[in-house]
């Protein structure tokens, strides 16, 4: 399940998607994130669907692989759905024991449930498809606006990124520590969910433990390079805007603008 995450991932490729401006791939993953949350009915879903497809293929991200990072979050999936089917009221279809299925849970649990797989989907994308450093560039330009009022864009930036970084570097070392007690005789896999968290207690102390030393050896290296944060600080590769980045934020926008505008307005009428 560990190796099954894919967020903090990048999957390099010389892509339309891996191409265009962090800033502009960010900007795209916030209306992506806001445009979700304005969604009431399942009809906007299939055009959400599609742009996630038309992204992936435009991306060359194998599909397979985007889908492999809602393994982990099957639990929480599974979660979501069966509150929201046994919770919510409505008229009744089924009754198991003192819970009762209605036909407003059902809806409310298929749309909750696709809601989470489109968020996480979408969202694994950008760093699929920007590489730390470019992520890195691109969220202190959007925050650099922010330093009139004292808010260090640099070092906020650099502290995002390199904790999405270390999310696959740490789920790598807690897969190692797990291969080498196993080998001991430890057992996680047997026993009911409780005795499972209580087995995994003892992997706590040296994943933490690897965790300081790597962000020692992190610190050294940028010590030995001579970082001294964001002021006075150069690129190689400076961001500037070109024709495909105002394609995909144009597009982008007016296809988010219509998905919001589904909570106001009758989408079947347009169909």
Known sequence: MIKNITIGQYFPTNSVIHRLDPRIKIIITFMFIVSLFFVTSFYPYFLILAFIALTIK????????VLKGLKPLLLIITITFLINIFMTKGEVVLSIG?????KEGIRQ?????????????GTSLLTLTTSPISLTDGIEKLLSPL????????EIAMMMTIALRFIPTLLEETDKI???QMARGADFESGNIINRAKNLVPLLVPLFINAFR?????AIAMEARCYRGGENRTRMKELKLNRNDIIAISFSLIFFIFIASTRYINIRSII
Do not use: C, W
């Not at 649990?109 to 989907?121: C, D, K, Q, S, Y």
């Open 109 to 121: 649990a298929v749309f909750m449930a696709l809601r989470l797989i489109f968020l996480v989907m």
């Open 147 to 154: 330093k009139r009022i004292g808010v260090p864009a640099h």
């Open 58 to 65: 435009l991306s060359r991200v194998p599909f397979k692989f």
């Open 98 to 102: 003192p819970l009762n299925i209605t």
């Open 178 to 180: 797990m291969k080498a």
């Open 214 to 218: 790597r962000a020692d050896e992190l």
